[in-house]
């Protein structure tokens, strides 16, 4: 029966499951006292609910707490092991997948190196699924139990009625890419396990404001700062986050050529592979037969040597001239979204450190808009390298709670000829 709004009885009880759920989740171990107030919720909701999570096995007890002179208060909290979940990193230098429980403990992972120009299909399919295969035999899990697999790609994704989620990485290479549909012709998973394939700067947003940096902002900027760049927008009006193709926003007219067949791009001057470009051709000696890592690691070393050595000039030259690129790269979301906080994470962000961060906000500050930049805190992502991962694994975890703690329905079978159908057509 629906009220005067639409919602049904099963919407409403939905409803009242998440809230408990993630008001545990956050803020927990609570009592069915404290959870009244922070759901909003009749202590007679809070305690129904409550019965039907236990119930499912969501919700466990977590010891007790005094009242004041009534008996103790029982603690509440998330089951960690009543649910677990894939995140999925396809990044620049590696494939990372990792097992992670309700709590986003990492039970297992795997990791499958890149080697360059190696972003064929085929290939990165492979490393996907034999590393789900990997991680759940490690941890002596059966795939039946995964909420989902959640996986952060470069590039933009299209999310299809009849393909799934079909990937547009031009600067990768694929070119409506469906990749869902690719890895579902793998039998070792079964079709009642969704995927969820999002922007790898979405998924890096997502775990920097649940788990990092952003917690408590409603308007924030996370960048991710690899061998290319991309940013997330996070923002009232979309709280979940909007990848944002900040990388090629044009910075030099006619300059150099980006990655992505443009000139002048952002990412052509301050993206990680870009900058030991530059390095290389102003005469600097970057590590033969190394990964962008390691590259990057010696050019750093290079441009700020121990005390009592002199640091390469070029090196440092190139750098000091990315910080102003990436700092005039954040005067424009500042302008734009007015931002109150800015993140910076990604592999080469985080090495690059706050040894760059001084730099970075002062340019960020002198290109940008008196008003909004001295409203905005830039500073660097707290969850370190794996953070993409864990904020792909929060893609099937928020699911998860919007719908009340039930899991995902199985995937519908008149689906899968349209999936085959786009196989083909990738085929031909």
């Known amino acids: 029966m629906a009220g005067r709004n639409g919602r049904t009885v099963r919407d409403l009880r939905r409803a009242n499951r998440t809230a408990v759920l993630q008001r ?19 202590s007679g909701s809070i305690s129904n609910v409550v019965a039907d999570l236990v119930a499912d096995g969501l919700v466990e007890e977590a010891g007790s707490v005094d009242s004041d002179g009534g008996r103790p208060r029982t603690l509440l909290r998330v089951a960690p092991t009543s649910g677990h979940m894939i995140g999925v990193d396809v990044g620049e230098t590696r494939v990372r997948i990792e097992l ?27 490393h996907i699924r034999d590393g789900i295969a990997e991680v759940l035999a490690c941890a002596h899990l059966a795939p039946e139990r ?67 940096g952003g917690r408590g902002a409603g308007n924030a900027v996370v960048v991710l700062f690899g061998s290319g760049v991309g940013a997330c927008l996070v923002t009232p009006e979309v709280e979940h986050g909007r990848a944002v193709e900040w990388g090629h926003l044009t910075v030099r007219v006619r300059g150099r050529r980006c990655r992505c067949g443009a000139l002048g791009c952002l990412e052509a001057y301050a993206g990680a592979e870009s900058l030991l470009a530059r390095w290389r051709e102003e005469g600097g000696r970057p590590p033969r037969d190394t990964d962008e890592e390691t590259a990057l690691t010696a050019m750093l070393a290079a441009a700020y040597p121990p005390e009592g050595t002199d640091p390469d000039p070029v090196a440092l030259a190139v750098l000091e001239e990315t910080a102003e690129y990436l700092g005039a790269g954040l005067s424009d979301l500042i302008n734009l979204f007015q931002p109150e906080r800015i993140l910076i ?7 690059l450190g706050s040894r760059f961060l001084p730099a970075v906000r002062r340019h960020a500050t002198a290109y940008a808009l008196r008003h909004p930049a001295e409203n905005v805190t830039v500073e660097l992502g707290r969850l370190g390298p794996d953070a993409v991962t864990v904020g792909a694994a929060i893609l099937p975890l928020a699911d998860f709670f919007t719908r009340g703690g039930r899991r995902a329905e199985p995937v519908l079978q008149d ?11 990738r085929r031909a």
Request: proline share 8%; charged share 20%.
């Open 24 to 42: 545990l989740y956050f803020d927990g171990p609570l009592s069915r006292f404290e959870l009244g107030p922070a759901t909003g919720l009749s």
């Open 100 to 126: 992670f429980d309700l709590a986003l403990t990492e039970l297992a992972r795997a990791e499958r190196p890149l080697t360059p120009q190696r972003y064929d299909v085929d290939v990165i399919t492979g």
């Open 146 to 212: 995964l909420l989902g697999v959640g996986i952060g790609v470069p590039g933009i994704v299209e999310h299809t009625p009849d393909r799934g989620a079909v990937v547009h990485g031009q600067t990768i290479g694929w070119n409506a890419v469906p990749l869902e549909a690719l890895l579902r012709t793998d039998s070792r998973l079964p079709e009642s396990v969704p995927y969820f394939i999002d922007n790898g700067a979405k998924t890096l947003g997502q775990a920097e404001m649940w788990f990092g």
């Open 345 to 351: 994470g990604g592999w080469a962000g985080l090495q």
């Open 415 to 425: 689906r899968l000829p349209a999936w085959q159908t786009a196989l083909e057509e």
